[in-house]
């Protein structure tokens, strides 16, 4: 059974930074493609970025690229997501989760998910 443990949210003032993390368990970390989502309170969750199972390639949505880096350590079945200047609009439950096959945006190609870790960012 995979298991995606998220970690690293908090409250944090508007121009701060977070970084978040995802521990993975259940399977071959390394195999797989991850990727980060957020949901707003009242608003769909959406696609924040995502990586290939090497990490060599990184995908961002536009309103996250050049603040938000993703990472991964294969050694420690772990993803990461670097938020830098931080929005009030960022506040969000962050949810990381796995790939059935290549990371893309959309959640139908994603097969597990984490609990969320909460980011608020106050003005």
């Known amino acids: 059974q995979v298991q995606l443990v998220e970690s690293g949210g908090g409250l944090v003032q508007a121009g701060g930074s977070l970084r978040l993390s995802c521990a993975a368990s259940g399977r071959t970390f390394s195999s797989y493609g991850m990727g980060w989502f957020r949901q707003a309170p009242g608003k769909e969750r959406e696609f924040v970025a995502s990586?290939?199972?090497?990490?060599?390639?990184?995908f961002y949505a536009d309103s996250m690229k050049g603040r938000f880096t993703i990472s991964r350590d294969n050694a420690k079945n772990t993803v990461y997501l670097q938020m830098n200047s931080l929005k009030p609009e960022d506040t969000a439950v962050y949810y990381c989760?796995?790939?059935?096959?290549?990371?893309?945006?959309?959640?139908?190609?994603?097969?597990?998910w984490g609990q969320g870790t909460q980011v608020t960012v106050s003005s």
């Open positions: 990586i290939s199972w090497s990490g060599t390639m990184t």
């Open positions: 989760a796995e790939a059935r096959g290549w990371p893309t945006g959309r959640e139908a190609d994603y097969a597990y």
